[in-house]
């Protein structure tokens, strides 16, 4: 079983840059897609990047591509969310999970997730 924990949320203006940082358990996290989902109040979980295990592969979502980037270190078994240009709208719980694909239910050993605010 993977452990997965979530951490640099926070409050910030928009047009900040935020990282957010996601650490893995075990030893076979090279072995796994990994990708960030977000949930504000009251909507659904919506998909937000993913990366291949190797990290050679990314893929974004359009709300968030060209001012987000996904990375991986698999050698301190993390992976990053660089947001960059943030907006109000980007406001959520971020969580990271072991998966492909866009879809949440293709993921699975989820964080407890970590809030990102963006004030005006």
């Known amino acids: 079983q993977v452990q997965l924990v979530e951490s640099g949320g926070g409050v910030v203006q928009a047009g900040a840059s935020l990282r957010l940082s996601c650490a893995a358990s075990g030893r076979t996290f090279s072995n796994y897609g990994m990708g960030w989902f977000r949930q504000a109040p009251e909507k659904e979980r919506e998909f937000v990047a993913a990366?291949?295990?190797?990290?050679?592969?990314?893929d974004y979502a359009g709300s968030v591509k060209g001012r987000f980037t996904i990375s991986r270190d698999n050698a301190k078994n993390t992976v990053y969310l660089q947001m960059n240009s943030l907006k109000l709208e980007d406001t959520a719980v971020y969580y990271c999970?072991?998966?492909?694909?866009?879809?949440?239910?293709?993921?699975?050993?989820w964080g407890q997730g970590t809030q990102v605010t963006v004030s005006s």
């Open positions: 999970a072991k998966g492909v694909g866009r879809t949440p239910s293709r993921y699975d050993n």
């Open positions: 990366i291949s295990r190797g990290g050679g592969s990314t």
